[in-house]
């Protein structure tokens, strides 16, 4: 650990400043036991069993080697993260479950969810969709918010993220070139490929998001590792993301990439304004693009052209989803059933509003998307809040650039949700314990006296 000479384990820490922390160790090794300035953070145990959760949850072993499906891996990985953290709390005399803000604006989210229930179209489908995925991601969100919360495991979770990624990616970049597309009963008259074998990752659309969500992370491992090996898998691993998001030809997912490539060229142009070059090496680029791509893409302001009606249909289901929540704004129509009131008020296609803005409204009527936009809203101001406090100690720091990939994470999420119906899944609850963690890591001790990175 690198420190100012004026710093000792018995003072406290002066307040830092760019100017007064003293450049970080770039080879030192990471370490995901908790310091001892910090005896709150939990053990190893409960940090590994969430990696390996987020691993099955990724890479989805189980679906290549069918023997493992019997052993429920996510469930009993969670299981040891939940257990292993609830024991070392009791065994400190702390208290289990801590509360925050966020926390409890999450659970009045799902609380609100409850009490509409009886009202639902479907009650039993509501509370089967309340307790699968919604109340799976609200377990996940407290636990990423009490266990990564220190800069070695935002580390080694963001590099686990990236590096979970290169099967995914890979599947995608595959079956555009070898011609692995889903069934044409699903989108009539256009190619799109096959996604990948994972609940997150299923159709192309999903595998487009994912590697959205998780690319900001990669870049901000990009920017602050110094081992010049990591630096190479990881630029290796974001350009491969980058193909696969192409090979999907989702058109949300071409909005949320130049949203990332957009809010990091705002970023680093004060500091790097070579960083203007990349939007004309993309241009360059153009013609390798894959046949029909452009012509995709065009569809996103020229609806009427979409050749597939998919477009047409998604602007129609939006109309169709405005006027259900304007019928019914307070109580909507019950969570997980945005499909069947959809069925009724233009006749029964069994597609879900593709907008996860208006799939609150129309499930959990206004209350519910108020609720959503306030913790959306919160968490994009503790990334930035993070990454400027992180800016204290190190601009170029992990926990700096770690927590300005959350803040544009977030901001992607904000625009991918547009086009997508995935209010209550893990998408968003992951970057957003994620952030809370970040949250606790600049606050640490280690944080405010310039900790070392790899």
Request: glycine residues 8%; positive net charge.
């Amino acid at each position: 650990m690198s420190t100012t000479p004026a710093m000792e384990w018995w003072r406290p820490a002066a307040p830092a400043s760019p100017d007064t922390v003293a450049p970080c160790a770039p080879y030192a090794q990471w370490d995901l036991a908790p310091s001892a300035s910090d005896a709150s953070v939990p053990g190893r145990l409960s940090f590994l069993a969430l990696m390996v959760f987020t691993f099955v949850l990724l890479v989805s072993p189980q679906s290549f080697l069918p023997a493992l499906a019997p052993l429920h891996l996510a469930l009993l990985a969670a299981g040891v993260a939940i257990s292993a953290y609830m024991v070392e709390r009791l065994s400190r005399d702390a208290v289990a479950i801590q509360g925050s803000a966020d926390l409890r604006i999450a659970l009045a989210l799902a609380v609100w969810a409850a009490l509409t229930v009886p009202l639902s179209l479907w009650p039993s489908g509501s509370i089967d969709y309340l307790i699968d995925p919604f109340a799976k991601s609200l377990i996940l969100f407290w636990l990423l918010s009490r266990i990564v919360v220190t800069k070695e495991r935002m580390q080694w979770t963001a590099l686990c993220l990236v590096l979970m990624t290169t099967p995914v990616a890979l599947t995608g970049v595959w079956h555009l070139l070898s011609g692995v597309f889903v069934a044409q009963g699903i989108t009539p008259g256009f190619g799109r490929i096959a996604g990948y074998e994972a609940p997150l990752t299923s159709n192309p659309n999903d595998l487009a998001l994912t590697l959205n969500l998780i690319l900001p992370l990669g870049v901000g491992l990009l920017l602050s590792v110094r081992k010049p090996i990591v630096r190479a898998v990881v630029l290796a691993i974001v350009a491969l993301d980058v193909l696969a998001i192409i090979a999907t030809f989702s058109r949300g997912g071409f909005l949320t990439l130049l949203t990332i490539l957009f809010a990091y060229m705002v970023r680093l142009s004060r500091r790097h304004p070579a960083v203007f070059v990349v939007p004309l090496l993309l241009l360059l680029c153009i013609p390798l693009l894959p046949s029909g791509y452009l012509d995709q893409m065009s569809t996103i302001t020229h609806i009427g052209l979409d050749p597939t009606g998919s477009a047409q249909e998604r602007r129609d289901d939006l109309v169709a989803a405005g006027r259900l929540v304007l019928s019914n704004p307070v109580t909507g129509a019950g969570i997980g059933m945005n499909a069947l009131a959809m069925n009724a008020e233009r006749g029964a296609t069994w597609r879900m509003v593709h907008n996860v803005y208006l799939q609150y409204a129309v499930e959990l009527g206004v209350p519910g998307l108020v609720l959503f936009l306030i913790l959306l809203g919160r968490c994009i101001r503790k990334a930035g809040a993070a990454r400027r406090q992180a800016a204290l100690v190190d601009r170029d720091g992990v926990l700096f650039r770690l927590a300005e990939a959350a803040q544009i994470g977030l901001i992607a999420f904000a625009v991918a949700a547009i086009f997508h119906p995935v209010g209550y899944n893990l998408y968003f609850f992951y970057l957003a314990g994620l952030t809370l963690g970040l949250e606790k890591a600049v606050a640490s001790r280690d944080a405010r006296q310039g900790a070392s990175i790899a």
